[in-house]
């Protein structure tokens, strides 16, 4: 049960979009739909951005949206702005009650 | 707003057992049969790992490179859940978080609590 591969960082300008991918298995992102992201700033509690791939809990922006392709998940940010600035973590539902993260990564808005 | 705030010992020995305590709040932790309370953890420099969850009937599924070394409890008098891992060595140095989980997501995390495994 390996982490989820993701870039260790992405930057864009303000305005800009910016897309995040998550690469996994067919054991894992390849075979469900339960790809969840999360945003973490730093000190702060991780926060729950998408579900299910692409469904937005209650209060985040869809500035924020996401989509699955084969074994890989994308998490993209339009409109960038200077407070996107954070790491994000997607995770899936793997098999057998597991889940597994992704490696993370460091947005940066320049 | 459920809050959950995790406790325990900053600094535990190589070998020894690590234990730490999520207390929740502003909620009661049998409040849904769809909760259930994961660990994650996340090693310096390195990105967030799953270490399993409990449901408050007592249910446990952990992650199975952990499974002997993992044990989780849930305490409904006091709303809290707790994990213990033993045997620690130097690459369970981390910051481990409780959150909350229904249908494969986590909607609330705490702040997570450093632990050093150092002697």
């Known amino acids: 049960q390996s982490a989820l591969t993701q870039p260790a960082s992405v930057s864009g300008s303000p305005g800009q979009s910016i897309t995040i991918s998550c690469t996994g298995t067919s054991s894992d992102i390849g075979n469900y739909k339960y790809v969840s992201w999360y945003q973490r700033h730093p000190g702060k509690a991780p926060k729950l951005l998408l579900y299910?791939?692409?469904y937005w809990p209650s209060g985040v922006s869809n500035r924020f949206s996401g989509s699955k392709s084969g074994n890989t998940a994308f998490l993209t940010i339009s409109g960038l702005q200077a407070e996107d600035e954070a790491d994000y973590y997607c995770s899936s539902y793997a098999s057998d009650t597991t889940y597994v993260f992704g490696t993370g990564t460091k947005v940066t808005v320049l | 707003q459920v809050q959950l705030q995790e406790s325990g010992p900053g600094l535990v020995k190589p070998s020894e057992t690590l234990s730490l305590t999520c207390v929740v709040s502003?909620?009661?932790?049998?409040?849904?049969?769809?909760?259930?309370w994961s660990w994650v953890r996340q090693p310096p420099g390195k990105g967030l790992e799953w270490l399993g969850e409990i449901h408050h009937s007592g249910t446990t599924n952990y992650k199975p490179s952990l499974k002997s070394r993992v044990t989780m409890s849930v305490d409904t008098s006091n709303n809290q859940v707790s994990l213990t891992l033993s045997s620690v060595t130097a690459a369970d140095t981390a910051l481990y978080y409780c959150?909350?989980?229904?249908?494969?997501?986590?909607?609330?995390w705490g702040q997570g609590t450093l632990v050093t495994v150092s002697s």
């Open positions: 299910d791939v692409s």
């Open positions: 502003g909620d009661s932790i049998t409040s849904s049969f769809h909760h259930w």
């Open positions: 959150a909350r989980g229904s249908f494969y997501k986590w909607e609330s």
